[in-house]
T-cell receptor, first 109, second 115 residues
Framework: EDQVTQSPEALRLQEGESSSLNCSYT??????LFWYRQDPGKGPEFLFT???AGEEKEKERLKATLTKKESFLHITAPKPEDSATYLC??????????FGQGTRLTINP | DGGITQSPKYLFRKEGQNVTLSCEQN?????MYWYRQDPGQGLRLIYYSQIVNDFQKGDIAEGYSVSREKKESFPLTVTSAQKNPTAFYLC??????????????FGQGTRLTVV
């Protein structure tokens, strides 16, 4: 069965304290891995797509990497406005996304 | 501005009632999706549609129905058969490049509460 597991469930950091979020997956025929940011009461906002092992993408303080079994979202010198829930999803088959349960990130000033 | 519009933002349903959630997109995307999100959980797929007049059940389709009469629109009906409908509902769309799917874009969600 296809599964996506994110860890940790929640992470609290001080402003400027770098860390990483993990997304482990088991899926047959991976068509893409997606990272989203979700603020409370809002829809997810797209961040990155990764398609093959070894691929990396960067945007401001965020960097996403992909291996054959997991993806990491690295956050460098975070700011309070980076506080959100970060969702990982994998695409299997025809246009279906399987989501992890998310990591709730809090950055304290 | 291109995007996905969901309405209403908040919806209250009485026991035994059917309610319909609206989703409209002007991104010219072929595929549209409905997800359900419960507190502290990830998104679960209810239904998806790849082309007009065609749709498939997702992982939790029981108690829900959809239609896709126009490319831009993908309404979701929560029927009285859905025993626990209180949740945050998200609509999304994406398109096929011929090689792979683009990322899915999401609406701002509808929060449904049973009263």
């Amino acid at each position: 069965e296809d599964q996506v597991t994110q860890s940790p469930e929640a992470l609290r950091l001080q402003e400027g304290e770098s860390s990483s979020l993990n997304c482990s997956y088991t899926v047959s025929g991976l068509r893409g891995l997606f990272w989203y940011r979700q603020d409370p009461g809002k829809g997810p906002e797209f961040l990155f797509t990764l398609y093959s092992a070894g691929e990396e993408k960067e945007k401001e303080r965020l960097k996403a990497t992909l291996t054959k079994k997991e993806s990491f979202l690295h956050i460098t010198a975070p700011k309070p406005e980076d506080s959100a829930t970060y969702l990982c999803a994998v695409q299997r088959g025809a246009q279906k996304l399987v989501f992890g349960q998310g990591t709730r990130l809090t950055i304290n000033p | 501005d291109g995007g996905i519009t969901q309405s209403p933002k908040y919806l209250f349903r009485k026991e035994g009632q059917n309610v319909t959630l609206s989703c409209e997109q002007n991104l010219n995307h072929d595929a549209m999706y409905w997800y359900r999100q419960d507190p502290g959980q990830g998104l679960r797929l209810i239904y998806y549609s790849q082309i007009v007049n065609d749709f498939q059940k997702g992982d939790i389709a029981e108690g829900y129905s959809v239609s896709r009469e126009k490319k831009e629109s993908f309404p979701l009906t929560v029927t009285s058969a859905q025993k626990n409908p209180t949740a945050f509902y998200l609509c999304a769309s994406s398109t096929w490049t011929g090689v792979r799917n683009t990322e899915a874009f999401f609406g701002q969600g509808t929060r449904l509460t049973v009263v």
